[in-house]
């Protein structure tokens, strides 16, 4: 096992992202929440204790046992995680008499400290609480502070406790990552030795040592997590993994087509499943966002099973979960109020009886991709743009018919074609078109027309967590509405969505 730093998640918004900029570094760390931490192995060599949007001063604030960490392993609070050490070794927090939120700026520095060690004076800094450290408890001593703020971070003199009370993780704070590898690196003594190759090396023998000569099936999405996993799985077992790439009917224009092709030059043993009439039957009348998503997660595993019992003495299905899946079905509030009903083939029914392996369930998106590149997977595979699991059928807004697929299937590939042809798809994190159940009055020739409306949708994010609509040439989007309303039968009007998350979500349904 790799070392790894403990992060116990209080509720922030920002717990996620402290792992992330950890995981930058090189060192592998996990995210539990406060309320279900594992016994801790020799194999942690630190603690980090995230922000939340409570206050230690309610009478039910989420606390932990500090005895199980303080002066057994190097602990870092972080924003609420510090007010909490503060607080429960009888310092005094308190609401804060100004609003201290947003950029701050170190007035007082004491670098030679180890946390501080090459930070600078001045260096701006993240605060977003709505309490703050009066008192720090005694034994401790203060390392930072900002002009408002005196204790901005602190140390226990005779221990490795650390607190802070602005949030390194986040861009704003010009030298958080500074600060996190003085953590994870000079003082819990990390070797940031977790790299993709690494990574890869003791996942294939992890998974040659659980599968052996057993078989393995697969359901390909033609997106990144389901092929990193299938390539991961060949790596260990070669042709005892089966994949199943189904055509839903519900893709872009050519796709089943185009990554059937992509997976067969990998090398993998692939199956194309033609079911486009069974999924558009199982659809007709729906209207409903949540009524199509159900009933294409049924037809999926209908057909799915049908295929697997294809294959005799399969013993495993392999999924593409990936860590933030991991998350947030265990978050802080307890397991999620509604699970995404599309995602992968999760409402397996018992009948299949298989046990379930999830190569990539500890890793965040980004670091999928990365291991994808160094197993040299197709880049067109890689940097492909999410795409939602139901597919066309929730950027069809209203029933679902083959002939609306192909108008959206033609509109978003003349969209996502000049994305790439003029260099602008890297730019966007996901853009994709949504047929709205709207007819508008149009002029072609001399004929008045009631057509369609098409919104394009194109937005920048780092995870999809938030998002903000890109804002794409105005020449760029005229030519392709040009394009769009001269080639698409069916088509008069094309509009932008400027719309960002949130309020509004990426997708329309």
Known sequence: MPEKILILDFGSQYTQLIARRVRELNVYCEIYPYNHVPALTDDVKGVILSGSPCSVRDAEHPTIDLNHYMGKLPLLGVCYGAQLIAHELHGEVTPSTIREYGRARLAELHTTNRLMKELTLGSQVWMSHGDTIKEIPINFEVIASTDTVRVAAYKLRDQETYGIQFHPEVTHSEEGKTLLRNFVVHICGCTQDWTSEQFIDSTVAELQQTLGNDKVVLGLSGGVDSSVAAMLIHQA?????????????LLRKDEFENVLDSYKHMGLNVKGVDAKNKFYSALAGLTDPEAKRKAIGRVFIEVFDEEAHQIEDVKWLAQGTIYPDVIESVSVKGPSATIKSHHNVGGLPDFMKLKVVEPLKTLFKDEVRLVGRTLKIDEAILGRHPFPGPGLAIRILGDITAEKVHILQQVDHIFI???????????????????????????????????????????????????????????????????????VKGVNRVVYDISSKPPATIEWE
């Open 417 to 487: 074609s000049n994305l790439k042809k003029t260099g602008l798809y890297d730019e966007v994190w996901q853009a994709g078109a949504i047929l709205l159940p709207v007819q508008s009055v149009g002029v072609m020739g001399d004929e008045r027309t009631y057509e369609n409306v098409v919104a394009l949708r194109a937005v920048t994010s780092v995870d999809g967590m938030t998002a903000d609509w890109s804002r794409l040439p105005y020449e760029f989007l005229a030519d392709v509405s040009n394009e769009i309303i001269n080639k």
């Open 237 to 249: 077992i070669g042709k005892n993994l089966y994949c199943i790439f189904v055509d839903n009917g």
